[in-house]
């Protein structure tokens, strides 16, 4: 499985952004692709998940209300939309998939599959 992001960008605090994740390969085999993302210094931070077929979906406590994830089966593409940004969101986002069945998965080493990292500012 390969995994392309794009979506990142600067904007301003209270704006919205949607991130974008294409897969590609043996999508066949997905179980649960999430959304992570990582400043430096830190640890890579779980972001939101969601189920490949069926869409259940599961955030983290910090990004609730504000963020929501969603898939397009047919093109192989999961979203990130992202509104009311606040400057703690900077980050670097990485989206990642998993095969296993386990329906929450908010560790990155549940996650055998990566994409590249795109960067997000929201200016303080």
């Known amino acids: 499985v390969q995994l392309q992001a794009c979506g990142g960008g600067l904007v301003q605090a209270g704006g919205s952004l949607r991130l974008s994740c294409a897969a590609s390969g043996r999508t066949s085999s997905i179980y649960v692709m999430g959304w992570f993302r990582q400043v430096p210094g830190k640890e890579r931070e779980f972001v939101a998940s969601?189920?490949?077929?069926?869409?259940?979906?599961y955030y983290a406590d910090s990004v609730k209300g504000r963020f929501t994830i969603s898939r397009d089966n047919a093109k192989n593409t999961v979203y990130l939309q992202m509104n009311s940004l606040k400057p703690e969101d900077t980050a670097v986002y990485y989206c990642?998939?998993?095969?296993?069945?386990?329906?929450?998965?908010?560790?990155?080493?549940?996650?055998?599959?990566w994409g590249q990292g795109t960067q997000v500012t929201v200016p303080a």
């Open positions: 969601i189920k490949w077929s069926g869409g259940s979906t």
């Open positions: 990642a998939a998993r095969s296993g069945i386990v329906l929450i998965a908010t560790a990155p080493r549940q996650y055998a599959y």
